[in-house]
């Protein structure tokens, strides 16, 4: 049988050519082997190490580079914060020692007034999500207590 078209005529010369790079090296072509678990293993955590140095790498050098700017900043925080609105807040926010009373919507942020800071204030800080933890055990109970109730 007579095989006729290109890829019919490039096979033997392919497997020519291998044949011939087998007998010129006369050296037997070795299969790769196969790793073992421990070195597939091994593999794994030093991509993962290399990840992971490669993210607190970045992190490091991004905080470098932004100056400070992403928080941790001693000389602003939020002392209060309350809702007027379904969008709006008034917030007081102390900035070397002087309070700036603030009213925030979702477009801006105004200056309402600025004060000096009370010598009777304190240093706690209203954590923002204060109010709605509260709200939310509150709700809770009361829904297990309905619930209480209703299985009575």
Do not use: Y
């Not at 095989?3 to 087998?22: D, H, I, M, Q, R």
């Not at 190490?49 to 490091?60: F, Y």
């Not at 941790?72 to 102390?94: C, F, Y």
């Not at 800071?117 to 954590?127: H, L, T, Y």
């Amino acid at each position: 049988m007579r095989v006729t078209g290109k890829v019919g005529g490039l096979f033997p010369l392919a497997w020519s050519c291998t044949t011939l790079a087998g007998i010129a090296t006369s050296q037997p072509l070795v299969a790769a082997s196969s790793p073992t678990p421990f070195t597939s293993l091994l593999q794994v955590i030093l991509g993962l190490a290399v990840v992971l140095a490669a993210i607190v790498g970045l992190a490091w050098l991004f905080r470098r580079m932004s100056g400070g700017m992403l928080g941790g900043s001693s000389r602003l925080r939020v002392v209060s914060g309350v809702l007027v609105g379904q969008r709006e807040k008034v917030v007081i926010v102390e900035l070397e020692g002087e309070w700036l009373v603030l009213g925030v919507t979702s477009h801006s942020v105004n200056l309402l007034t600025k004060m000096d800071r009370p010598p009777d204030a304190g240093a706690e800080v209203v954590q923002p999500g204060e109010p709605f933890a509260r709200w939310l055990k509150a709700a809770m109970e009361k829904g297990r207590q309905k619930s209480e109730v209703v299985n009575k």
